[in-house]
């Protein structure tokens, strides 16, 4: 018998851990992935240098029989450590134990071991590889090489793990409109970074959790590296009265800033000035769509379909979910591929919704109430 195939655009976290759970169920997948192999040429870019992998994205890596694999490359994170301006910091656990805990993952890490995991699977991996156009009534699809030299290639079946930017989603739109709503935060990102400490014991902070110094309307994070450093976060408004990536838009601004609102952080950061003026300020919006498909022929998941600001530290999380929740779909025997989306999009578009909007919430939460006295005191009555 003749194995269904399916087309995935991205190779990105979820493109490839979907890839392999497919491929597992019997699909012949291949994946196009617009930049080149990351285990060749290393990991290019990506928005965030490590990630909170939290119990939802944890048992879908189950489910792929990965979780043993990533997990001794993770670093546990027990609870928030908030440090405020004043007085003493503390760790808020997420739990009464450490079987509540999240973990602390490298982004290209984990792409880079699912892309194993997707090739040991079966799949067929095409790097530098780019959707630029597709006739979804013809079921082709055109393709761009990293030269720019354009090729067209069957696509019966599409799904498109490309992203927030996702170039499938607007072929798809202008074939059908999807009702997309894109809602900026109007807040931006900056990453920095906390190098490995001297000595014995590798981290400058405590390693098992996640810091964050809540200012109000504005905050830094950083989440632990396995090999001693930390992703260091800067969350600010990107326009307005001071402070705003505006009113900071260079290193000596910025370590101003840093000297009066981040007195303790600042001297973990050697490479300040070098961080502040070479990384880029990302934005942040969140992404809805009323269509996350077009019939049986077209499909969006992960990020393409649901983009969510980053704050629960679930949009990988919730794209994992996705993978495990379409897999069996369209898997189920007898099922139709059309039915399987329609029925994937009905299970999973108020899960993503509802994380969207929770997103948006916790970020007022961790950059103002969690260093809030009437919080702190909520919490001790068992409030989470
Ligand atoms: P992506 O990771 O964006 O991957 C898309 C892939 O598609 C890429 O490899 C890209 O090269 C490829 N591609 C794009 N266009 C094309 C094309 N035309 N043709 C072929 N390939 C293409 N989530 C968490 O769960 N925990 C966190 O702690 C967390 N922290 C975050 C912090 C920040 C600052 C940000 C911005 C996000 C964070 N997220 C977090 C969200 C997480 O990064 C995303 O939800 C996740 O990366 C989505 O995976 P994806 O595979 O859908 O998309």
């Known amino acids: ?74 670093v546990m994170m027990r609870g928030r450590m908030v440090h405020p301006l004043e007085g003493t910091s503390g760790l808020q656990r997420y739990g009464v134990d450490d079987s509540e805990v999240i973990w602390s993952v490298s982004r290209g890490g984990l792409n880079m071991l699912l892309l194993d995991a997707a090739e040991a699977a079966g799949v067929r991996l095409h790097f530098g590889q780019s959707l630029v156009n597709a006739d979804l009534d013809a079921r082709r699809m055109v393709l761009a090489d990293e030269e720019g030299t354009m090729r067209p ?23 059908r409109p999807l009702g997309i709503r894109v809602e900026p935060l109007g ?4 990453e920095l970074e906390i190098p490995p400490a001297a000595g014995a014991n590798r981290f400058a902070i405590e390693p098992n959790a996640l810091h964050i110094w809540p200012r109000g309307g504005y905050m830094c994070i950083a989440l632990p590296n396995t090999e001693g450093s930390f992703t260091v976060t ?25 000297r009066q609102d981040f007195p303790d952080l600042l001297p ?29 022929r077209a499909l969006l998941i992960g990020d393409a379909a649901h983009a969510i600001v980053p704050f629960h530290g679930q949009g990988m999380n919730c794209g994992f979910e996705d993978t495990v929740v379409l897999a069996d779909l369209l898997a189920e025997s007898g099922r139709d591929t059309g039915d399987a989306f329609a029925e994937f999009q009905r299970i999973r578009q108020p899960n993503a919704n509802a994380i969207a909007a929770m997103a948006v919430e916790n970020y007022i939460e961790m950059r103002d109430s969690v260093a809030d006295p009437r919080y702190l005191a909520k919490r001790e009555l068992g409030a989470r």
């Open 1 to 74: 018998m003749t194995r269904q195939a399916i087309t995935l655009i991205g190779g990105g976290l979820v493109g490839a851990l979907l890839a392999q759970l497919l491929a597992r169920r019997g699909f012949e997948v291949d994946v196009f992935e617009k930049r080149p192999d990351p285990r060749q040429v290393g990991f290019v870019g990506g928005r965030s240098i490590n990630l909170a992998l939290a119990e939802r994205g944890l048992q879908a890596l189950r489910t792929a029989g990965l979780s043993d694999d990533v997990l001794p490359r993770a």
């Open 153 to 175: 290639h069957d696509a019966p079946v599409l799904i498109g793990a490309d992203g927030a930017g996702s170039a499938l989603r607007t072929v798809m739109d202008h074939y």
């Open 268 to 296: 973990l950061i050697p490479r300040f000035a070098e961080d502040y003026d070479s990384h880029p300020v990302g934005g942040l919006s969140t992404l809805y769509l009323d269509r996350w498909h077009i019939d049986g």
């Open 234 to 258: 800067l969350f600010l408004p990107a326009q307005g009265p001071h402070p705003s990536f505006d009113t900071v838009p260079d290193s000596a601004a910025a370590a101003a800033f840093f």
């Open 187 to 190: 807040h931006g990102y900056k």
